[in-house]
């Protein structure tokens, strides 16, 4: 543990591509945080071992596991304070984030989305569906967005995004490929501008 870097955890549910471009960021010196907490939504995610490779501590947290969403917010800000975690990013994490940990948290929990928001955010909007509406759209350009968490899905402001070209030979896959290249990029990047303080909060 280093007592002087700010202390990171990583919201998942499934590959972890994102949390391991953070945790290599960590490595590089480029994202100067540590990764001390990866939470994810389901109990089999790829990204939970590589978390576990990295001897980063992990845990599984089911909303629909308690009695109320409120117990799951309150349970869940708890674990985070237990650990002195300072920021929160969601990387692919696809249960509702608890009100409780939103307002606990403000202005330093960031989501990274695989579209150009405000375009193709809200609900439903994730994964395949994101990349599909893209194309169906005619868009010339995609690309990650990165932003600050509120109560509503998708909404908080966007801090950074990216943009990439759409093909007109694109799939849902390679525009999906091409759009999480850079994420990797970006998601690092941004995190480290916002615990350095770069961006005008709320
Ligand atoms: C990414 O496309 C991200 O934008 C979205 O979920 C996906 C997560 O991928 N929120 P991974 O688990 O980080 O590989």
């Given at each position: 543990m280093d007592d002087n870097k700010p202390r990171i955890a990583v919201l998942i549910s499934g590959a972890g591509s994102n949390l391991q471009a953070l945790i290599d960021a960590t490595k590089a010196g480029i994202l100067k945080a540590e990764i001390a907490l990866v939470v994810s939504?389901?109990?089999?995610?790829y990204g939970l071992e590589r978390a576990a490779a990295e001897d980063i501590e992990t845990m599984v947290f089911k909303n629909?596991?308690?009695?109320?969403p409120e117990e799951a917010g309150r349970d869940l800000v708890a674990k985070l304070r237990e650990r002195r975690i300072d920021y929160i990013a969601l990387a692919g994490f696809l249960s509702l984030l608890p009100v409780a940990v939103v307002r606990a948290f403000r202005n330093h929990i960031v989501n990274i989305h695989?579209?150009?928001?405000?375009?193709?955010?809200?609900?439903?909007?994730y994964g395949r569906h994101v990349h599909e509406a893209v194309l169906a759209s005619g868009d010339k350009e995609s690309g990650p967005s990165v932003h600050l968490v509120d109560?509503?899905?998708?909404?908080?402001?966007?801090?950074e995004q990216a943009k990439v070209p759409v093909r007109s030979d694109d799939t849902p896959d390679t525009l999906a490929a091409r759009v999480l290249e850079q994420e990797h990029k970006l998601y690092p990047r941004v995190m480290q501008k916002l615990i350095n303080g770069e961006y005008a909060l709320d």
């Open positions: 939504s389901k109990g089999k995610a629909k596991k308690y009695p109320s695989p579209a150009l928001l405000p375009k193709y955010g809200g609900k439903g909007m109560e509503i899905y998708d909404n908080g402001k966007v801090l």
